[in-house]
Each structure stands twice: as C-alpha cells, then as structure tokens.
C-alpha cells in the first residue's frame, strides 16, 4: 500500500510522515510526474512511489506541508475518469458503488454549468455516433478557411 489517506473522489491526498521531528519542506523529496509520484524525505526511502492510476496536469500539481504530512492536490488529465486508487498495484476501491452526489444543473454556477452541459452534450454525441463540441468547432473552423482561400486545393487533405 502506497501509505496515501485520500478521499473520493479524488480531492487532496495526505501522506503523514512517522517521524518525531518537525518536517520542513526542505526535508522533503516530492516528484511528480504525468504517470508517476514518488514522495519522501530526503536520504529515506519514499513513503509513496510508483506509477499513477492515470495521468495527471503536471502544471497544475501542488504540494505543501501540514502537520508532518504532505498534502498533495493532483488535477487528472481525464478529469470524468474515476480512479479506483492513486497509485497502481494498491488496493482499488470500487468506482461502480460511488454514489455521486445528485445536484441540480442551476445550482452549479456559470462556468460549472456549462462545463457539464458541454460533458453532457458530448457524451450524447459520442453515444450517436456523432462529432463531438470540439469536433464541430474544428470543422467549422477548417470550413471557414477553405472559404477565405479558394485558391487552395483540398482535395488531397486527409481529415480526421
């Protein structure tokens, strides 16, 4: 077991640290990486290694010291994917019994909202067989394109 005390959905994970001196985060050896996480203090071996369920928005990682602990907040790449554990080769719990919370699209703010109804719309798209928001955006993209140069030949272009 990888020693991480996370709660699920993903939020932070805490890593304590068993030690009877107070850590600094100068003591600390933090590596984050897209698929991999190693965390310990420095000259001892990790309390954490090992390779990420998935992968994760390396930029948008943080870490910081609370209480001899490590709390670490990951963003995953595939934020819709559920993880049944942070680190590979640990216990999985099972992400078929997680009940998500049930709330209404108008209680989410603007922003929120309309990140879900996008997720929704695509999901929908995607189901029918259909291009997706990001798809159609492309596509008209190009579309406009082709029209502000006639002179161009697009016969040859392979899309997709």
């Given at each position: 077991s990888s020693g991480i005390?996370?709660?699920?959905?993903?939020?932070?994970?805490?890593?304590?640290?068993d030690v009877n001196f107070k850590v600094k985060s100068k003591d600390c050896k933090v590596d984050i990486?897209?698929?991999?996480?190693?965390?310990?203090?420095k000259g001892h071996d990790p309390v954490v290694k090992g390779e990420?369920?998935?992968?994760?928005?390396?930029?948008?990682a943080l870490w910081h010291l609370e209480d001899n602990s490590v709390v670490l907040t990951l963003e995953k790449?595939?934020?819709?994917e559920w993880w049944g554990t942070i680190i590979k080769g640990d216990q999985e719990i099972s992400t078929k019994k997680v009940q998500p919370e049930n709330s209404k699209l108008g209680d989410l703010d603007g922003e929120t909202?309309?990140?879900?109804?996008k997720?929704?719309?695509?999901q929908r798209q995607k189901a029918?067989?259909?291009?997706?928001?990001?798809?159609e955006k492309k596509a008209?993209?190009?579309?406009?394109?082709m029209e502000q140069h006639p002179e161009m030949d697009f016969s040859k272009c392979k899309w997709g």
């Amino acid at each position: 077991s990888s020693g991480i005390n996370a709660e699920w959905p993903l939020r932070p994970g805490r890593i304590p640290f068993d030690v009877n001196f107070k850590v600094k985060s100068k003591d600390c050896k933090v590596d984050i990486r897209e698929k991999y996480l190693s965390v310990g203090l420095k000259g001892h071996d990790p309390v954490v290694k090992g390779e990420l369920y998935g992968k994760i928005l390396t930029d948008e990682a943080l870490w910081h010291l609370e209480d001899n602990s490590v709390v670490l907040t990951l963003e995953k790449f595939n934020k819709v994917e559920w993880w049944g554990t942070i680190i590979k080769g640990d216990q999985e719990i099972s992400t078929k019994k997680v009940q998500p919370e049930n709330s209404k699209l108008g209680d989410l703010d603007g922003e929120t909202r309309s990140m879900v109804e996008k997720m929704m719309y695509d999901q929908r798209q995607k189901a029918a067989g259909l291009p997706t928001s990001d798809d159609e955006k492309k596509a008209e993209t190009m579309k406009r394109f082709m029209e502000q140069h006639p002179e161009m030949d697009f016969s040859k272009c392979k899309w997709g």
